[in-house]
C-alpha cells in the first residue's frame, strides 16, 4: 500500500524536489509515499511545462475551488453538474489520492492582494495561507488539504544543506535563520551553484527544470538537517509522515 498525495506547485522544479522527499520516507504504518503532479501539466507534445508560478496556483485554486448550486442555479443543468465536479476533493476521490498538497514560496507575498493586501513587515506565510484559502473558498483548512509555504522559496532547502559554519554564512550572527535568508539565491550563486546573467546580476539558474532533479537527491542525503534549519521542510515532512 502506498500514500498518495496530490500536489499543486509553482513549477515542475518544485515537484521533482518533493517528489525526491517523498519517495524517501515512509508513513507511520511503514508505507510508501507517492507525490503526483496535478498542475502544471506537461504539454503532451513539446514535453515542456507551461509557466505557471503563483498565477497559475491562484487560477487552478479558483477553478476547483468550492462552488455553490445557488451561484450555479440559472445555469443549463448539465453544466451545473460539470462545474460542482470541478472541485478539488473530487479530484482527490477519483485519483484515490490521500490528500492535496498546494506549494507557494512566500517570497511573492507583497504580490498577492486578492483577499487583503499585504501589510509590509507582517507574516508572509500568514498572508499566503489566508490567499490560497481565499481563492479556494474555504473558511478554514481541510484535514486533506496542505499548504506547503516555503520561506522565502524551496531553494532554502538547498542552502540548508550547507552547514552554518560554511563561509557564505560569515557575515550573519550565530543561530541564524535560514528561512530568513531573502539573499538565498545570491549565497547559492556565491557556493558555485549554476547561475545566469539577468540585467546585469547574477542569477541562480532554474533551467533546465531537470537539474532540480540532483538538487532533490541534495536535500534528501541532507534530510535531518535541512529539517531541522527549515520549518517548512520539517512540516511538510511531517505531514507526508502521518
Request: hydrophobic letters at 35%; charged letters at 25%; aromatic letters at 10%.
Amino acid at each position: 500500500m502506498k500514500k498518495k498525495y496530490l500536489l499543486v506547485s509553482e513549477g515542475p522544479t518544485d515537484y521533482l524536489v518533493i517528489k525526491e522527499i517523498a519517495t524517501s520516507l515512509k508513513s507511520v504504518r511503514g508505507e510508501d509515499i507517492e507525490v503526483s503532479l496535478l498542475a502544471p501539466q506537461t504539454d503532451a507534445t513539446s514535453g515542456s511545462y507551461p509557466s505557471h508560478g503563483w498565477g497559475g496556483i491562484r487560477s487552478w485554486c479558483m477553478k476547483f475551488g468550492n462552488k455553490t448550486e445557488a451561484e450555479l442555479k440559472d445555469l443549463p443543468l448539465p453544466a451545473q453538474q460539470y462545474l460542482l465536479r470541478q472541485n478539488w476533493r473530487a479530484l482527490l476521490a477519483i485519483n484515490n489520492a490521500d490528500g492535496l498538497i498546494i506549494q507557494l514560496d512566500t517570497d511573492i507575498a507583497h504580490d498577492i492582494s486578492h483577499a487583503t493586501p499585504f501589510v509590509p513587515g507582517s507574516c508572509r506565510n500568514q498572508h499566503c495561507n489566508d490567499s490560497i484559502l481565499f481563492w479556494l473558498r474555504e473558511t478554514t483548512t481541510p484535514s486533506e488539504l496542505y499548504l506547503a509555504l516555503t520561506a522565502y522559496a524551496l531553494e532554502t532547502w538547498l542552502l540548508a544543506t550547507h552547514p552554518p559554519t560554511d563561509p557564505v554564512f560569515l557575515d550573519l550572527p550565530s543561530g541564524f535563520n535560514y528561512e530568513d535568508l531573502a539573499d538565498f539565491e545570491d549565497r547559492l550563486v556565491t557556493l558555485g551553484y549554476p547561475s545566469v546573467n539577468k540585467s546585469g546580476r547574477r542569477r541562480f539558474k532554474k533551467k533546465p527544470f531537470t537539474r532540480y532533479e540532483a538538487y532533490g537527491k541534495k536535500i534528501v542525503a541532507n534530510l535531518d538537517d535541512v529539517r531541522i534549519r527549515c520549518t517548512a521542510a520539517e512540516q511538510l515532512c511531517t505531514h507526508m509522515e502521518k
